[in-house]
């Protein structure tokens, strides 16, 4: 049999004699898929959700390591079409933020930002990945229990709603935030609610009025206003800033420069019954809330005018931040990664790109053990060691700008950033009025 290696060309190996069941079929699960299949490693891998293209329309911000660690699992042709598909961060402006008001207040410094980073749309990642996971994934699947079969050499084995079963030598919880296997491994949840919810949209820049097109420009911003309330909003424009120069290979949601973004506000003082409102009522009373807390309508504008099939709501997880605590069970044939194991908040941008790492590490640890130069324990071990270090500094990057967020939520804060934000802007503006009239 003629397999390749995730990183390496193509070699013989013997036939597979290793079988890995996949719970979860978001990103971190499907990477995992792509992977394993490229090598030759049986896998399958369930997910509950009947289309894949079905999933959150925000984009995804992937930094140096997860795009080689993509390079390794995808084929060269799928992984082209990924880059082909994505808007490169370093050929756009530095990203800048403003007050509630829609005021400047200088370029933004984003902690951890890797300039190298390129930006693709969800749905085009998950939907590219569940093409290399191909057959291997199976849809409409949900699991209800994971277990490990009687005897020595008992095999994992998970079970489905309609009481389907799956059997291997190696179960892989890659099932979010609320993880079903995690549970079973740690006996309770390990994640648990960040103090955040999120709202996110899609706005194409040609809906926008051509000054407020101009204000925002051609770059990524973050607008603070009062009461911890916040506006990511990031752009995207797989066209314009083109990662590789491969139109042919493009497979981007995203076809002109568009305004993707995610409002936030605390859990204390968002309005109630946010998370279970859809569409146009999501997005009125996203608005509503804003506009209470004294936010302007020119920063409002990029909500306002968004297509109300693309709002949704989330709620920021966020798991263990110590690696002690973070998949706290002995090694054994039964695993997680991904947000299953580190739920990270969206604020750094990192949780998809560390559910790839996690895959390709496991991958590469597996194949040794197909290659029979290690046991399925000692693979196990090393992949889930370096994952706790791995997860818990991305969760600590991501809780920095959680916190603030939470810490902005008090009236005391609060006050403070009515009187200073004014302030800040007023300084912006006059020394951008002298760099303006020194260049004349
Ligand atoms: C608004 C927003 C913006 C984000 N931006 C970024 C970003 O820029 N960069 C970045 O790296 N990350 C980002 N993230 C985080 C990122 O989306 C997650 O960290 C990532 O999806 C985690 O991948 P995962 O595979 O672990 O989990 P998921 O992608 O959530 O996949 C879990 C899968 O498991 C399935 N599942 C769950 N339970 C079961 C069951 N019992 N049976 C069968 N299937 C089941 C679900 O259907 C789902 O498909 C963002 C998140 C949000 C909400």
Redesign the pocket.
């Known amino acids: 049999m003629t397999t390749t290696t995730p990183d390496s060309g193509t070699k013989t190996t013997p036939a597979p004699t290793l079988r890995v069941v996949v ?7 499907l990477a995992l898929a792509a992977g394993l299949r490229r090598t030759g490693v049986d896998v399958v891998v ?4 009947v289309d894949p293209s079905v999933t ?1 329309g ?5 930094d140096t390591p ?1 795009q080689q660690a993509l390079r390794g699992l995808l084929e060269p042709e799928l992984y082209e079409r990924l880059l082909a598909s994505a808007s490169a961060v370093r050929r756009r402006p530095t990203d800048v933020w403003f007050d509630w008001r829609g005021r400047l207040l200088g370029d933004l410094e984003v902690g951890g930002l890797d300039p190298d980073s390129i930006d693709v749309d ?1 749905i085009t990642l998950r939907l590219l990945l569940a093409e290399a996971a191909g057959d291997s994934l199976v849809l409409g ?3 209800t229990a994971v277990d490990r079969e009687p005897g020595p050499a008992g095999q994992v084995r998970a079970t489905f709603t309609d009481g389907s079963t799956a059997h291997g030598d190696l179960l892989v919880g ?3 935030p609320h993880s ?1 296997v995690v549970r079973h491994l740690a006996g309770n949840p390990t994640s648990r609610p960040a103090g955040i919810i ?1 709202i ?1 949209g899609r706005t194409s820049a040609a809906d926008l009025d051509p000054d407020e097109t101009a204000r925002l420009g051609p770059r990524s911003s973050l607008t603070v206003g009062p009461r911890g309330t916040a506006l990511y909003t990031g752009y995207l424009d797989p066209d314009g800033f083109a990662v590789i120069d491969a139109p042919h290979a493009r497979a981007a949601v995203t076809t002109g420069p568009t305004y993707i973004w ?1 409002a936030m506000f605390s859990e204390a003082t968002a309005p109630e019954g946010l998370r279970d409102q859809h569409g146009t009522q999501l997005r009125e009373t996203t608005l509503e809330a804003l506009r209470a807390t004294g936010w302007g309508e020119k920063p409002l504008q990029v909500i306002a005018r968004t297509a109300a099939e693309t709002v949704a709501a ?1 709620r920021f997880n966020v798991g263990p931040q110590h690696p002690r605590e973070m998949a706290p069970w002995p090694a054994g044939s039964i695993t997680a ?4 194991v580190h739920a ?1 908040p ?1 604020t750094a ?7 790839i790492i996690d895959a390709h590490q496991l991958v590469t640890e597996l194949v040794a053990v197909r290659a029979g130069t290690q046991t399925l324990h000692t693979a196990v071990s090393a992949f889930e060691t370096d994952m706790r270090h791995r997860g818990s500094a991305v969760i600590a990057l991501s809780m920095t700008t959680v916190n603030r967020s939470l810490a902005g939520a008090s009236p005391a804060a609060s006050a403070i950033t009515r009187a200073s934000m004014p302030l800040l802007a007023w300084r912006t503006a006059l020394r951008q009025k002298d760099a303006h009239g020194s260049r004349r």
């Open positions: 719970i979860g079929g978001g990103i971190g699960g369930h997910d509950r959700d959150g925000y984009h995804i911000t992937l997860a969800r699947s949900t699991c890659a099932d979010g079903l999120g996110s995610g989330y990664l991904g947000d299953a990270t969206p941008g990192k949780g998809a790109g560390t559910a």
